[in-house]
């Protein structure tokens, strides 16, 4: 599993939260995603590390601007 940050500016309201964490949804199927205008940036978590390059297309695409892109792999509990 792995641990995705990424910095996104664009976002103004929880609507604009909606249409990232869907559009992410849709490409990358992630075991749970999350976004915040206010923070400007949003979280996700995947089985497999996403290729950076289509993370930034996909948000990109709906007119925000990516800042950061950070990927940890995360520790299972077991």
């Known amino acids: 599993m792995y641990k995705i940050r990424i910095g996104v500016e664009g976002m103004m309201c929880i609507r604009c939260e909606g249409h990232v964490i869907k559009a992410l949804n849709e490409a990358f199927t992630p075991k749970r995603v999350s976004a915040s205008h206010e923070s400007h940036e949003c979280t996700m978590t995947v089985k497999e590390l996403p290729d950076e390059q289509k993370v ?5 695409a709906l007119g925000y601007i990516v800042t950061s892109f950070e990927a940890k792999k995360k520790k299972l509990p077991f």
């Open 56 to 60: 930034r297309e996909v948000i990109s």
